[in-house]
């Protein structure tokens, strides 16, 4: 099956570099597919968990908002924070998620709502693509090892 070449970019590093045969991600227009020789686009990213469609299986990145772009040759997201499985702290992501959770309870004035909204919603995407990578690596030892 043709494949594209998938970057996610932060300031900090490119987080990821690899030929994938699907990208699908929140952009503010929407859910988005990107196959190989999609038309060339720009758009905003939302936060979300972008799933990404490989030869072996699957694999998910967390990406906490920022712009994407459809060339020919390359699918490239510009994120603000973005990180793989490997990369993520699970207990940094519960304790943040803890704290916006106790954060929304209190609900006084002088809390910001949608700051601890975002922060929870980062903090559950990056649990979730713990969790699903994490589902997916089994599936795909499973199948390696029958
Ligand atoms: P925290 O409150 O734990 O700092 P946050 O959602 O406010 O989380 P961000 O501002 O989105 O953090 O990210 C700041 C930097 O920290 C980014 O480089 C991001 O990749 C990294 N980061 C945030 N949370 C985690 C985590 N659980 N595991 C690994 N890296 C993380």
Not at 2 to 8: D, K, Q, R, W
Not at 10 to 32: A, C, I, N
Not at 110 to 116: E, G, K, L
């Amino acid at each position: 099956m043709s494949s594209v070449l998938f970057e996610v970019v932060t300031p900090e590093r490119t987080v990821l570099s690899q030929q994938v045969q699907m990208v699908s991600v929140l952009t503010g227009g929407g859910e988005l597919g990107i196959l190989p020789r999609h038309a060339p686009l720009a758009a905003t990213v939302k936060p979300c968990v972008v799933r990404v469609k490989l030869e072996e299986g699957e694999d998910y990145v967390h990406v906490s908002g920022g712009f994407l772009e459809v060339l020919p040759d390359r699918v490239t997201i510009l994120a603000k924070a973005a990180e793989t499985a490997e990369d993520i702290d699970v207990e940094r992501a519960q304790r943040a998620k803890e704290r916006a959770e106790q954060r929304l309870a209190q609900r006084t004035e002088d809390i910001d709502v949608r700051r601890a909204e975002a922060a929870l919603m980062r903090a559950l995407h990056r649990l979730e693509v713990v969790e699903r990578s994490d589902r997916a690596g089994r599936l795909l030892a499973r199948r390696r090892n029958s």
